[in-house]
Nanobody, 126 residues
Framework: QVQLVESGGGLVPAGGSLRLSCAAS????????MGWFRQAPGKERDFVAA????????SYTDSVKGRFTISVDNAGNTVYLQMNNLKPEDTAVYYC???????????????????WGQGTQVTVSS
């Protein structure tokens, strides 16, 4: 089993920044990809960004490219999502997720992720 705990959410004005953290524990070596997803009220859970533990591959949804950066700290088993120039449409609950046994590449499909955190609220005021 793998446990994921997110932190770093909050309320910021438009144009502000936040850094989300996801601390992974347990059998983290069984996982290959770490992702961030978000879910706004009344909407589906959407892919935001993902990274392989090696850091060799990253991917972002188009709406956050150039504003968000995903990174890993292998020593600390932590994944970060640096979010800059935040917009009101970024308001959502952000979830960290882990995918096992993907030999290459990154999945954008939440159904492929095996472990999930409890989520952290990000609210951007206009």
């Amino acid at each position: 089993q793998v446990q994921l705990v997110e932190s770093g959410g909050g309320l910021v004005p438009a144009g502000g920044s936040l850094r989300l953290s996801c601390a992974a524990s347990g059998r983290t070596r069984s996982t290959a990809v770490m992702g961030w997803f978000r879910q706004a009220p009344g909407k589906e859970r959407d892919f935001v960004a993902a990274i392989r533990w090696s850091g060799s591959t990253t991917s972002y949804t188009d709406s956050v490219k150039g504003r968000f950066t995903i990174s890993v700290d292998n020593a600390g088993n932590t994944v970060y999502l640096q979010m800059n120039n935040l917009k009101p449409e970024d308001t959502a609950v952000y979830y960290c997720a882990a995918e096992r046994l993907r030999l290459a590449g990154i999945s954008f499909d939440s159904n492929n992720y095996d472990y999930w955190g409890q989520g952290t609220q990000v609210t951007v005021s206009s």
